[in-house]
């Protein structure tokens, strides 16, 4: 009984740690788009070409000769969660297009309850009552965080940022109910579809050998290997906690830009990242208190 506990914590504890390193690698985005001066469209095309190409080197290193059989092996399950994982990276692009940060990040802050909700839904997987209210404190900080940024005319972002979160969602209850799923050559198949539809939507030409090395490592860490750990985390944490911890990506992301580029977040910024911070560490303290009671 306590080594079942213990294994239990164990794999709990590898979850959050493999979901908190996606979340930071995730928050280094703005930092990589500062670095570049292209369209965000030709930034998606490289950079999902970039991932795709690091996960398949990965799984080769792994397979060998056996690679192809791995992307031909996933089932119709893994094909079912490709198109979610290219759109969950395409949408992202495409609502910052339309509206702002601040509004994306309002509607992404819904996903841990989406998460929740599908969970319950198709796993019966029960909601914590300490999640929904640190879910409820991180989606009133990053209201704060907006301040007035929110405008009226910014339906379409709004839409296209909850498409965004809803198909993530989906895709972290996907990996819970079907622990099976290959998530490096989902991944790969994902960040190459991204890839094919952002080409002919490009206006620059072929960038620079400098730009294209900020391309290969921004697609390498932020979508090839975020996704991949973010994903792998998940199956072993309940999909609203993953959610939950992942935004961090909120807090954190203004954080490096300050730090590499002196852009001064706001007051309300600010406090409104204080908040978050503070509910996704109240959650996660509770949650280990809780795990040696």
């Not at 792994?62 to 992307?71: A, L, Y």
């Not at 939507?201 to 860490?221: E, K, N, R, S």
Request: aromatic share 10%; net charge positive; with cysteine.
């Amino acid at each position: 009984m306590r080594a079942s506990l213990a294994a239990k914590t164990g794999n709990r504890a590898f979850g959050v740690a493999l979901v908190a390193g996606a979340t930071v690698l995730w928050s280094t985005a703005g930092v990589y788009v500062r670095l570049l001066d292209l369209d965000l469209w030709t930034v998606q095309a490289w950079r999902s070409l970039f991932a795709a190409l690091s996960l398949v080197v990965l799984l080769a290193a792994d397979r060998g000769v056996g690679t192809p059989r791995v992307f031909w092996s996933i089932g119709w399950r893994g094909w079912a969660a490709v198109p979610l994982s290219a759109a969950s990276m395409l949408c992202y692009v495409a609502a910052l297009r339309l509206t702002t940060v601040a509004n994306v990040m309002i509607v992404y802050a819904t996903s841990p309850f989406f998460a929740a909700g599908i969970a319950l839904l198709w796993l019966g997987e029960r909601v914590e009552r300490r999640v929904l209210t640190a879910s409820a404190a991180a989606l009133a900080g990053i209201a704060v965080m907006a301040g007035s940024a929110t405008r009226p005319a910014d339906i379409a972002g709004d839409a296209v940022s909850l498409l965004m979160t809803v198909t993530f969602a989906v895709l972290l209850v996907m990996v819970r109910r079907y622990p099976g799923l290959a998530m490096t050559p989902i991944n790969a198949l994902g960040a190459a579809l991204c890839a094919l539809i952002s080409w002919p939507l490009m206006t620059g030409g072929m960038p620079g050998p400098g730009d294209l090395l900020i391309l290969a490592v921004f697609g390498t860490t932020t979508t090839g290997l975020a996704y991949l750990l973010f994903l792998t985390g998940a199956r072993h944490i309940p999909s609203s906690e993953a959610a939950l911890i992942g935004l961090l990506d909120v807090v954190l992301g203004p954080f490096w830009v300050w730090l590499g580029f002196g852009e001064i977040p706001g007051t309300l910024a600010l406090i409104g990242g204080g908040i978050v911070l503070a509910a996704v560490l109240w959650y996660l303290v509770d949650g280990l208190r809780a795990a040696r009671g």
